[in-house]
């Protein structure tokens, strides 16, 4: 079993940034050989892809809404994923969730269902 905890999520100003960081705990030795995927869901809206990274590689998957503007990276010997938010909107607004996919298909995937842990998620909120 994996434990994900995200933090940094808070209220900012539109055009401004925050940096959203998701700590796994727990069995982590298995890390390297999966992906790791943030996703929101903003208030009677489904949750959404946002951004992905396989920890192997550090390749990354971005949602076409945030491409430019967010950055999905890793720290291995935290076991920690960070989503770097600039340039943000009030759209982004949203509780954030951070998930891993234990076993990774050839490409990195957007689909929440392919994700088996999840955290409790963090808010964030950008004001006009």
């Known amino acids: 079993q994996v434990q994900l905890v995200e933090s940094g999520g808070g209220l900012v100003q539109a055009g401004g940034s925050l940096r959203l960081s998701c700590a796994a705990s727990g069995r982590t030795f298995g890390l390297y050989g999966m992906d790791m995927g943030w996703f929101r869901q903003a208030p009677g809206k489904e949750r959404e892809f946002v951004a992905a990274i396989r920890w192997s590689t550090s390749s990354t998957l971005y949602a076409d809404s945030v491409k430019g503007r967010f950055t999905i990276s890793r720290d291995n010997v935290k076991n920690t994923v960070f989503l770097s938010m600039n340039s943000l909107k009030p759209e982004d607004t949203a509780v954030y969730y951070c998930?891993?996919?234990?076993?990774?298909?050839?490409?990195?995937?957007?689909?929440?269902?392919?994700?088996?842990?999840w955290g409790q998620g963090t808010q964030v909120t950008v004001s006009s």
């Open positions: 998930a891993i996919e234990r076993q990774p298909i050839a490409q990195l995937t957007s689909l929440p269902h392919r994700y088996d842990y």
